[in-house]
Structure formats: structure tokens, C-alpha cells
């Protein structure tokens, strides 16, 4: 089983910077990935950035690409979302995942608000 507290959100003016933090316990393995999602209210959960524990390889959505990055610490056993250039759009309430490669989403963090103000 995996636990994942999200921490890190706030409120920022556009062209800002925040960065969120994953805190995961539990039982991982070299096949474990993890995401960013984000959701407003009405809208689906929207898929961020994602990144895996054995992988150097980070993918990302189009609408953040260059502005957020996503990072693990193994040794702190954090998963990080370096958002920059942040815009209004980017407001939402934002969500740690964990899974298994090329299985569905199996955990999820209980949600961190960010807001963006112009």
C-alpha cells in the first residue's frame, strides 16, 4: 500500500513560482510511477506530468511544458512539481498519483489547492 500527502499550494500572482511536494510511504517498486494531476471544479482531472522511480525520463502535458518540472527524491521519498511562469489557468486543486507501469492510477493524495491570481 501506498500513502501520498501532498503539501506546497498557496496563492501566487501570474508569473510566480511554487513548487509541490509528494510525500509517499509505503511499499514502492523499481516499477512505480508517478503523476501530477490537477482538477477545477465541473472539469475532469487533468493529467500534468508524470515520472518513474528506475526511468530518467519525464513526460508532461502540453499546456505546462518548459514551466513545471516534476523530480523524485529517493532518499527524502518525495516527488516534487516545480511550477514556474505560473498563469491563471494553471489554478486548480492538485493531486499526487502513484501506479504501477502501464497499469491504472492506484493512489492518490488527498489534493493541494493552487491559486493564480493576474
Known amino acids: 500500500q501506498v500513502q501520498l500527502v501532498e503539501s506546497g499550494g498557496g496563492s501566487v500572482q501570474a508569473g510566480g513560482s511554487l513548487r509541490l511536494s509528494c510525500a509517499v510511504s509505503?511499499?514502492?517498486?523499481?516499477?512505480?510511477?508517478f503523476a501530477w494531476f490537477r482538477q477545477t471544479p465541473g472539469k475532469s482531472r487533468e493529467w500534468v506530468a508524470e515520472?518513474?522511480?528506475?526511468?530518467?525520463?519525464?513526460y508532461y502535458a502540453d499546456s505546462v511544458k518548459g514551466r513545471f518540472t516534476i523530480s523524485q527524491d529517493n532518499a527524502k521519498n518525495t516527488v516534487y512539481l516545480q511550477m514556474n511562469s505560473l498563469k491563471p489557468e494553471d489554478s486548480a486543486m492538485y493531486y499526487c498519483?502513484?501506479?504501477?507501469?502501464?497499469?491504472?492510477?492506484?493512489?492518490w493524495g488527498q489534493g493541494t489547492q493552487v491559486t493564480v491570481s493576474s
Open positions: 498519483a502513484a501506479g504501477e507501469r502501464g497499469r491504472p492510477w492506484s493512489h
Open positions: 509505503g511499499t514502492t517498486t523499481s516499477s512505480t510511477n
Open positions: 515520472t518513474a522511480i528506475g526511468d530518467a525520463i519525464s
